[in-house]
């Protein structure tokens, strides 16, 4: 029964290039959710996707940053022309469903370091 | 505009003794609260939960209280053990599938 899972675990990029990161959600879990973690800052909502659907986009960027969960496939949180300043772990989290009681299951992030 | 603040950003503790971490939120529609623990290098992993409808909730050694009116939770450990060792976050939403809001974590470290 696995996780959620990320990869990669560690992505190295240079200022201008872009960044693809990856989520698979549990299996049966339908609602994707991307946070970030600045260091020594907590997580910061990003995007909320379901199934070819962007659900709430309210903690993304609004220039360079693009998240998509097509029907078949992971989620992909994509970050075009990468600056120091995008340098931050990227968690993915999935659920089940709708509602409070279906607390977030996280990935154990993604790592991005610009350089 | 922090909506939900951990004011202490470390905590240490003796093993064997209690370990209470505080979480002050100030959006009064929040009407979910969860504790989720992360060790470095992995993703947070859920905790414990409670409803606004409750004000306190216990699993094993864990037990969550909610003062609504004070608008402040609180997670109690007992007793600490080494493993318990790691980052807690305080984390809260609204009903319906809003996103979870987190604080900036309050790292614990149980001595041995």
């Known amino acids: 029964n696995a996780g959620v899972m990320q990869n990669p675990r560690h992505l190295v990029r240079r200022r201008g290039q872009e960044a693809r990161l990856r989520c698979s959600p549990m299996?049966?879990?339908?609602?994707v959710y991307w946070y970030r973690q600045l260091p020594e800052e907590g997580l910061k909502f990003m995007v909320y996707l379901q199934k070819e659907n962007i659900i709430d986009e309210s903690g993304m960027p609004k220039e360079r940053f693009s998240a998509e969960f097509p029907k078949e496939g992971p989620s992909i949180l994509r970050i075009q022309q990468v600056v120091r300043g995008d340098s931050a772990a990227y968690f993915c989290?999935?659920?089940?469903?709708?509602?409070?009681?279906?607390?977030?299951?996280f990935g154990n992030g993604t790592r991005l370091t610009v350089t | 505009d922090q909506q939900v603040k951990q004011n202490s950003p470390s905590l240490s503790v003796q093993e064997g003794r209690i370990s209470i971490l505080n979480c002050d939120y100030t959006?009064?529609?929040?009407?979910?609260f969860l504790w989720y623990k992360k060790y470095p290098a992995e993703g947070p992993t859920f905790l414990i939960s409670i409803s606004s409808i409750k004000d306190k909730n216990e699993d094993g050694r864990f037990t969550v209280f909610l003062n609504k009116s004070a608008k402040h939770l609180s997670l109690h450990i007992v007793p600490s053990q080494p493993g318990d060792s790691a980052v807690y976050f305080c984390?809260?939403?609204?009903?319906?599938?809003?996103?979870?809001?987190f604080g900036k974590g309050t790292r614990l470290s149980v001595i041995a």
């Open positions: 989290a999935s659920s089940p469903g709708q509602g409070r009681a279906s607390p977030l299951h």
């Open positions: 984390a809260a939403r609204n009903s319906g599938n809003t996103p979870l809001v």
């Open positions: 299996k049966g879990h339908s609602h």
């Open positions: 959006n009064s529609m929040f009407d979910y």
